[in-house]
């Protein structure tokens, strides 16, 4: 597979699945701030830009409209939900000899129609579109792709931004303990509380809802599930590996970071959470570096001379 190829599938993965992420984690916190008068909006907006990896803009109170407009509907904000639907469109465009039409029409369909305002009491529909756009492309991949390279590069990516987005969940949790979201919230935004409660037969504990996140490894949306199946994807991008240990970087990362958090108790991750949820945002972001140098390396633009140019 070209190299253009595989990137491109690797990144419409990575943003289709962070638009999503991003919906999930701003419908809760908007959420929050509207029915909680006690929290500082300006604080609790400037942790949430944080915890994004947004600058927030210094000499103004923060507020829940501006935190809407910049992680869901500014164009030119990386971070936003209308960004990610952009990229995983144009991507989509450069390997359009790979993506079946069905996803084309998808994510060409999602970009057209991304609005630019989003009116205050069509937030919480607004995100539940997202979700559901992301869900069909994710269906499309899933129902109507052959288990091939492919599949393995998108999978690996979604893999990837899965396990950020619910570490940056959980990190958003721990910065806000007092008057933050409850963990019945939190499960709720990652589509897990229904499967939680068939697990644990209770209701949710700080204990058992973060150990169900990131840790359980039938749970799809759990940090451990998600890292488990990057560490797949590259293995079978790369099945035949050296006899002694792993030569591959991605690889080292992700099985250092699995094992870090499924060998540790969970008593010791939940003392020190919020350093823990950088550790992954941290190993995900040099995985998926180590990623493009090894599969898809930056190469100059071809450059046309004249015939006469010496």
């Not at 990229?87 to 989509?92: F, G, I, L, Q």
């Not at 919480?124 to 991949?141: D, K, M, P």
Request: charged share 30%.
């Amino acid at each position: 597979m070209l190299s253009r190829i595989a990137e491109s599938l690797f990144w419409i993965g990575r943003y289709v699945e962070r638009s999503d992420g991003t919906a999930r984690i701003l419908d809760v916190h908007l959420q929050l701030l509207l029915e909680d008068p006690w929290i500082e909006e300006d604080i609790a907006c400037r942790s949430l830009l944080s915890v994004m990896g947004t600058d927030a803009p210094e000499g103004t109170e923060l507020t829940r409209a501006d935190v809407l407009d910049l992680l869901a509907i500014d164009r030119n904000q990386p971070a936003s939900i209308a960004y990610s639907l952009h990229a995983a469109r144009e991507n989509a465009r450069r390997a359009r000899e790979i993506v079946s039409t069905e996803l084309w029409e998808v994510l060409n369909t999602t970009r057209a129609r991304m609005p630019r305002r989003v009116p205050g009491d069509k937030v919480h529909e607004f995100f539940g579109w997202v979700r559901e756009r992301s869900a069909l492309a994710i269906g499309i991949i899933e129902s109507a792709t052959s288990r091939d390279e492919a599949w393995s590069f998108f999978t690996l990516g979604r893999s990837l931004e899965r396990a950020d987005m619910t570490a940056r969940l959980l990190a958003t949790r721990a910065l806000t303990e007092a008057s933050g979201p409850s963990w019945t919230t939190i499960l709720r935004s990652c589509g897990a509380y229904e499967a939680y409660l068939r697990t644990y037969r209770g209701m949710p504990s700080a204990r058992n809802a973060a150990e169900f996140l990131l840790l359980d490894r039938l749970f799809p949306r759990s940090i451990l599930f998600s890292v488990s199946r990057a560490e797949e994807c590259l293995r079978e991008l790369e099945p035949r590996s050296g006899r002694v240990g792993v030569s591959d970087q991605s690889q080292r990362l992700l099985g250092q970071i699995r094992s870090e958090l499924e060998y540790r108790p969970i008593a010791e991750i939940l003392e020190d959470l919020p350093r823990r949820m950088d550790g992954v945002q941290l190993a995900t972001s040099a995985a998926s570096e180590a990623i493009r140098r090894r599969y898809f390396p930056t190469n100059a633009a071809p450059t046309w001379v004249g015939e006469d140019a010496t």
